[in-house]
């Protein structure tokens, strides 16, 4: 179509000349007065304004939230040469070398891909376990350094002015075992416990709570809560948050209930609770912990030590973190360009409609 204007002056008509019809058909395009003409290229201008900052605004909008990993991951403690390293082949979990790459490499999932754990202090389980000692799994998230690590005698038994083994102490212990004791639904057997026990119905059930402490204490279940396998660390990019794996038991009564003797078979079947890791980030420290698993689709099934159980749960503790700076995507410089480029030109379409 070829239009001409001519005698472009306010208030007069400019000369149009229409297009050829096509197939019949006609094409007349006028405009009635130079007013009209500029309020059509006004609008055009807007359609195109607007279209460009829809889509750079839409750029910005399906960021995804981006997840860090731990990198520089890198083994410590006063006992750094206690810890093993898990791989995944297939559906298992297997022992695979004490490397800095194995490290790394197993720590790379999450809690729906769990890719192997580190256990730290592997060793808490054997007679004459020294548990003044610690295994630490030190990286960076975000730009800051985190420390993840086993827990001593001290984590658990502090009292602020010593150490107490005693049930009912003012430290971490007590606490603790107070929440793993409901877990295991021993709460709700206690009229039971002691009749299974010999005890009168009117012994109170501080007493069933204490000989169960005592009987945990006594099976090194502290130590065997003290050697968390971390099976990843990641955070999200955008909140801060940081999420970590620790690999366990989805069915904890298998492993417990032939220690603990007769209370073993008043424990709650399908009962979770992970171990305990110690985290030091941003200048504070946190014991974590959880009583709720996710099957993570695994067990350890293959290799040396393998118990057909193990690693079966996926316990997740969370701790706030600081949000890293982030580098924006390709996506979001272009929009943001485009956004700019477009209010540039809306200057110079003012400029030229002056």
């Not at 094409?27 to 009635?32: A, E, G, H, R, T």
């Not at 730290?120 to 985190?146: C, H, M, P, W, Y």
């Not at 159980?309 to 995507?329: A, D, F, L, R, W």
Request: hydrophobic share 35%; no cysteine.
């Amino acid at each position: 179509m070829q239009v001409a204007l001519k005698n472009r002056h306010i208030g007069k008509k400019p000369v149009v000349k229409p297009a050829k019809p096509r197939n019949g058909s006609s094409l007349k395009l006028s405009f009635q007065t130079d007013r009209d003409f500029k309020k059509m290229k006004m609008t055009f201008q807007k359609l195109v304004i607007g279209a460009s900052i829809a889509i750079g605004v839409s750029a910005l909008a399906t960021v995804p939230a981006q997840a860090g990993t731990l990198t520089g991951a890198s083994i410590g403690g006063t006992a750094a040469s206690d810890y093993l390293v898990y791989d995944v082949q297939g559906n298992s979990t297997k022992l695979v070398g004490n490397t800095s790459t194995n490290v790394q490499k197993v720590l790379d999932g999450n809690a729906g891909n769990p890719t192997g754990n580190v256990e730290l202090r592997a060793s808490s389980e054997k007679v004459g376990f020294d548990f003044t000692k610690n295994t630490t799994l030190t990286g960076q998230i975000g730009g800051k350094s985190i420390t993840l690590s086993s827990l001593t005698e001290t984590d658990w038994f502090s009292t602020g002015s010593g150490l107490s083994t005693s049930y009912g102490a003012q430290n971490f212990a007590n606490t603790w075992f107070s929440q793993f004791y409901n877990a295991a639904g021993l709460i709700t057997k206690e009229s039971a416990i002691k009749s299974a026990l010999g005890l009168p119905n009117s012994t109170p059930n501080t007493i069933i709570r204490q000989q169960a402490f005592n009987t945990f204490f006594n099976i090194g279940g502290f130590k065997r809560s003290s050697d968390p396998n971390v099976s990843y660390v990641n955070q999200n990019d955008i909140s801060g948050e940081i999420k970590i794996g620790l690999a366990g038991h989805l069915n904890l009564k298998d492993y417990y209930a032939p220690l603990l003797g007769t209370l073993g078979t008043f424990l709650k079947d399908g009962f979770q609770a992970s171990e305990v890791v110690k985290v030091t980030y941003n200048d504070k420290t946190d014991l974590l912990y959880s009583f709720s698993a996710t099957a993570s689709g695994l067990t350890n099934s293959s290799g040396l030590g393998a118990d057909g159980k193990s690693h079966s749960g996926n316990y997740e503790v969370i701790i706030k973190g600081v949000p890293p700076t982030v580098v924006p995507e390709p996506s979001v410089i272009l929009g943001l360009v485009g956004v700019a480029g477009v209010f540039a030109m809306q200057r110079k379409f003012k400029k030229a409609s002056i």
